[in-house]
């Protein structure tokens, strides 16, 4: 209000000698609007470098796993004591083989087996997940035992975290879960050069797991890659049919003007929504089972629907009338201009749509929650019908953890995430740029 | 009308998969964030030791919702074990009944202590039920009356205390731990303080008096968190004079961080909860459906296998993350309560 009426003001009561046209004060408006632009830009910059900053500074350890390499002995005496491997076959799925990978340790660190102290100090620094892995070694190969072979075994998450500095070491040794005994072995191993940090492959291919040493989004990328799979293959020829009708089609009535309201009403309807929507249709009523991620997909393709035709509209109206008129004009059905002539041209706008879509939908968990997707599941999904989770969902679970060492894995996890939406967005750059016709 | 063609075959499709999607070969599991950590725990070593069985999916969500997922019915469309920080109650049960989920199996896992922690640079604090009630209670007995509560630092209601301001960050509504709280601490601290005789004069309607005693103050002293320990954690990093409540296994994996206080001048430690001397304990439990045993594949193993020694015995991995181990009776007890079939 006072921008438009200092100026009138100025004219009402000219200066003599010259005409004021309130020349200095527009400059200086349009310098302040400038400045406006440049601080809204700069707060959005700001906080998008603290969050880069805090996920990465927190999550880049998580690439990395300790490891301990150290000679095992595969012992007969422990891992088949009557010698009843031919004739029972489960002997060796049962057998103790963390006992075989604390003895090594033991060895390693001089230090005695028999103290039940020291014992479980040794134990304690390995990962429970060494009992799977030296399973899986003697079974695929029985002829190991009795041999001594040169293993890598997974650090347990405490010693992970001590090594990473990630545990305060200062602190009496009652009020951490690493004690003393075991910083003194980890650090004259890391000397020795058998225990140390190796690239952590395994985040990127173990599914979930309760020990953060041996925990991955596996599982998850399977899942949401199954989601996006199935949004792709929904979403996108019924939200452009949908918008083709809408656009082309349809009479312009009361009717298609409530679609229309509904259409973007839907858009902006909180995600849980559809969760709700999702157990009651597909869990309750299609009886389609809990925790699957074709029921994430179905539930994600709902929500998704709403944004692919709002962008699918769009483009289409932006290809000019003129483009329509001469393909008529020429003797094409309404059908062959629309497939030969309009849709081409709208196909830019429409990928771009579907794309920023898909990435909604990928970083989705809410709608997620109550067709039970955020849940532990270790197995792998060998159809989109097996329980699996998402990546959001395995970052919220992890967030949740009491252990230190998924801190790390959180922001870790942060990270792949925030690689893939940055595949898309940047898949969504290309597409447009291969697209793009001019006219 | 390729495309309207190729989405009217995606739908068909879809549709015709639900109808083949059936026979799971999984146990499915939901309930309360606390027993959450000692579920994953057991269904991976199950997943472990049973090539032959996958291994359970557990969700988690609470034990309301869990509760809620466990009574909607008896089906391969349903859940077969519901995790829960207390007793099923009796609108649960009720609802369980009338959808046909009657014969269910209760099974005690082992107890959970709930502890009160600042930051670790404090000093040591000593608290009592009375002065957490007079800390965070809505009304306090003052001179004989009930007034809104005065209170602004700890020092003011017992000099023992720090001198800082009055922050407590306390499980939200949803949890199964609030429940405990108010019962153990607020309710037992209204009592110790005197003011349960003051309410009686004061108010007349029964439920109100209930009521009156567990009632938080609502002028930011006493702060719901609806997350879970992390943010209580988070919040105490930021506040380093306010007070948490936290699990005894969330509290054990971040000592370094955190001041633990006695309560009735008890520390909280696996044999003080045990024996029941520390007062704020509560019992775990899970819930089976015995209609699912025998049909779901592995449903009895993976209870069996929750339940032996290997799992929550005195020297075993859930105990190693903070659970406290039931005594040997009352564990040979549920094992051969659940081997006999005996229903609630």
Known sequence: MTDLTSPIAGISKPKAGRRDIGIKGRYAAERRFRAYGIAALSFGIIFLMMLLWSVFSKGYTAFQQTMITIPVEFSQQVIDPQNERTTNPQKLMTANYPIVARNALAKVLGADVNDRVAARSVGQMLSDGVRAQLRDMVVANPALIGTTQTVSLLASGDIDSAFKGQIDLKVSQENRKVNDQQVKWMNQMAEAGTLGKHFNGGIFVNGASSRPEAAGVGVALIGSFYMMLIVLALALPIGVAASIYLEEFAPKNKFTDLIEVNINNLAAVPSIVYGLLGLAVFVNFMGLPRSASMVGGFVLTLMTLP??????????????????AAALGLGASKMQTIFHHVLPLAMPGILTGTIIGLAHALGETAPLLLIGMVAFVANYPTTPLDPSTALPVQIYMWANEAERAFVERTSGAIIILLLFLILMNVGAILLRRRFERRW | MNILKLSAAALVASVAFAGAAAARDQVQVAGSSTVLPYAKIVAETFGETFPNFKTPVVESGGTGAGLKEFCKGVGEATIDVANASRPINKSEADACKAAGVTDIQEIRIGYDGIVFATDASNGDMKLEPKDLYKALAAKVVVDGKLVDNPYKNWSDINPTLPKGPIAAYIPGEKHGTREVFELNVLDAGCKDAGAKDVIAKEIADKAAQGKACI?????????????????????????????????????????DKLKVATMRGIKPTSATIADGTYPVSRPLFFYVKKAHLGVVPGLKEYVEFFQSDDMVGPDSPLVEYGLVAAPDAQREQARKDFAAGKTM
């Open chain 1, 307 to 324: 944004t692919i035709i709002i962008a699918t509209r769009a483009a289409l109206k932006a290809v000019p009338p003129s483009i329509r």
């Open chain 2, 215 to 255: 009632a938080v103050r609502k002028d930011g002293a006493a702060v719901d968190i609806d997350g879970d320990y992390t943010e209580t954690l988070a919040r105490i990093a930021a506040n380093k004079t306010g007070l948490g409540v936290f699990g005894l296994a969330f509290f054990e994996n971040n000592m």
